[in-house]
């Protein structure tokens, strides 16, 4: 009985050896937002440790992933109707990243197949943003394509398919920029290893990316306190408004 119990409890090790392991890392595990911030960029980098310490002579692949926190959102058209530009038609998407950066050792579409490739969400066109549940497919699609558009051209969706280096089929590392408008919130860094079409080992680690000093003060009292930060916006507003009217008739 003990035997086989040992067996037992053996078995699952034995098979973890004999597949490669990630070993993932980054930069740093902290990312402070203050009135300078203009970006930054992380550094993901890390191992891979093959059974036996031996590389195979054809090195696996590594995608590596940075994912902010999702957020529904809404997103709107607008059209001009009779010389004005109005909201002509809206969709709501449930699941949407706020922040989604992937680089890759090779191009996604050389690495695996499309359905492997929606699974892990590898790939901007890839991500599952769980649309409001439009009866029009054609509607939906063309909301997804301005949102990733959007989000693309604004820093805060970005591909490298050729953004991770692999030095003696064992370390790799990738950079992936941070721009200044991003959001706060737990980010998570995802390593994919994938071999022959398929993923074989993944890791996480998470990432937290704060406001500090005078910001991190700004942004507590609008949460905490939104009357009077809305009020104490409009009073600045009126005063500010009413010094330059004053300083304009005193040029004048």
Known sequence: MKRRLALTLLTPLLVAAEKPVLVPDVSARQVEIRYTFSGAQLLLFGAIAYPQGRAPTQPADVAVVLRGPVQPILLREKQKIAGIWMNADSSRFRSAPSFYAVASSRPIHDLIDERTASIYELGIHNLQLSPGGSSVPEKERHFEAGLLDLRSRGGLYSESPHGVEISDAVLYRAVITIPSQVPVGTY?????????????????????????????????????????????????????????ALAFRRRF
């Open 188 to 244: 998570t860094a995802e390593t994919f290893l994938i071999d022959h079409g398929k993923v074989i080992a993944a890791a996480t680690r998470d990432i937290h990316v704060s406001k500090s000093g005078f910001e991190r003060s700004v942004a507590l009292a609008a949460r905490r306190h939104g009357f009077l930060y809305g009020l104490a916006c409009v009073v600045l507003s009126l005063a500010l408004g009413w010094a330059a």
